[in-house]
């Protein structure tokens, strides 16, 4: 087998997370009886209901999944969830011992919450997998366009539910409360705190050019320039996208209103951007 596209970077990556995630889960959720997301979560489940390993069960649970993922997925892909996979797996026997000592609610939430989101978006940022859910999840967005976000979330509360029937409402409202702190420590990992805003000015044909000109001299921020037409005038239009920071917005909408007080602009947020420019996830070469 040759070895040299392995991306070593990544595979870093998801040795620091798997190592994060099994220290929540031995660490905060076990002595505390949390469940967590996806096949970990299920894990969780049976081995507070029956005494099981951890470590095993999630080797165990994801065999059917990923014989099913080798039908439908692209090999790399899987290749890197089986290694995110082992790598949890086995940190998770590693740490079995591992308690961090916490005896108030607020702390426990917290810390689990934290500590499993800052794995869960290691692994993420690199473009990792532990396998399990995200596994099912791709292989029905591939094949039935429903969202992947949408089939995790299911998921999840189908956990909650077991969690409520089996341990009762007071520990699914804490696990519930950790998956939550979890996935925003995940998203702010994943894509930090400087989300960037996404512009469309519709402009005329007089105009377009200066204000363009405006945003590449005085923003340093690249400009598309896309022709356009009014539906109900009929007049040719330019529309100008460009992605900048929230900072810049003010300054942009000052630029536009001076080139063109009657433009037309909308303002989005966007949560990451990948390409070359100041503050964007630069693309591979």
Known sequence: ?????????????MFIGTLLLAVAT??????SKLLSGGISGISLLIHFLLDFKVSLLVLLLNIPIFLL????????YLFYSLLGMLMLSFWLEVTTTLVIPTGNILTIVLVGGVIHGLGSGIIFRADGSTGGTDILAKIVNKYFSINMATILFSLNLLIIILS???FGLD????????MFISSQVTNFVVDGINHKRTLFIITNAQNYQSISDAIIREIHRGVTVIPAMGAYTQEAKYILYTTISIREVAKVKQITLKYDPKAFMTVSETSQVVGNGRGFIHSPK
Not at 26 to 31: F, I
Not at 171 to 178: C, D, K, N
């Open 164 to 166: 409520i029937y089996f």
């Open 26 to 31: 031995n660490g905060v959720l076990v002595p």
């Open 69 to 76: 993922g080798l039908l439908f997925l692209r090999k790399t």
């Open 171 to 178: 520990i699914a409202v804490l696990t519930l409360t950790t």
């Open 1 to 13: 087998m040759n070895f040299q596209w392995l991306d070593m970077k990544r595979i870093f990556s």
